[in-house]
């Protein structure tokens, strides 16, 4: 008996998988989950979706990006469900790939998603250098100061102390006195 089986996924626990599932109403069973959509490996609810579909069934997913973040990854799914005899139906771009129209459709949706999110990265990438070039530090912020660094070389270099007295006075770990001290070891 040949089933179709939805597939929900958000990005985040904040989202809702609401208006998906709407759309999802008609099908027999619905797979859904709160996951980033990167990693095909990382989506327990798509892999128990894909293992479950039988030959003849029709995956039903609302977007492309739902399913996949890269070409790459969606083919793979297109592949294995290909193997499996299992059309890919997408409702909100209108195809299906139990047609030829479908499949041409999907491969290149695919690619403009692909290509889409390259272009986001690549405008990210350059905030991130721009501001760098700004003065603007990422990451954590450093536990001492440029004025508590040069101290911490000062004392061990011209007053002896140990790696374990430099720990207790800064309140600080090994491996930060060593970063303080730099390449001064003795």
């Not at 599932?21 to 609810?45: A, I, M, W, Y």
């Not at 039988?54 to 790459?72: C, H, K, P, T, Y």
């Not at 207790?168 to 001064?184: D, M, P």
Request: with cysteine; proline share 1%; hydrophobic share 35%.
């Amino acid at each position: 008996m040949k089933q179709t089986i939805g597939y929900a996924r958000v990005s985040s626990i904040g989202q809702s998988l609401e208006v998906q599932l709407d759309k999802l109403k008609g099908c027999d069973k619905v797979f859904q989950e709160k996951r980033s959509g990167k990693q095909t490996d990382n989506r327990p609810e798509l892999l128990k979706a894909l293992d479950y579909v039988r030959e003849g069934d029709s995956l039903v997913i609302s977007r492309l990006d739902r399913m996949a973040r890269s070409v790459l990854d969606l083919a793979k799914i297109a592949e294995r469900l290909k193997k499996k005899s299992v059309a890919l139906k997408v409702l909100d771009q209108s195809i299906d790939t139990s047609t030829s129209e479908g499949k041409l459709m999907f491969h290149m949706l695919g690619a403009f998603a692909e290509f889409e999110n390259d272009i986001r990265r690549e405008r990210q990438q350059d905030g991130i250098a721009k501001a760098q070039a700004n003065g603007i530090r990422f990451g954590r912020k450093p536990v001492l100061s440029d004025e508590q660094q040069a101290t911490i070389k000062r004392l061990r270099k011209d007053e002896g102390f140990t790696i374990a007295q430099l720990m207790e006075r800064f309140k600080i770990g090994r491996t930060t006195v060593y970063r303080a001290l730099g390449s001064y070891s003795d």
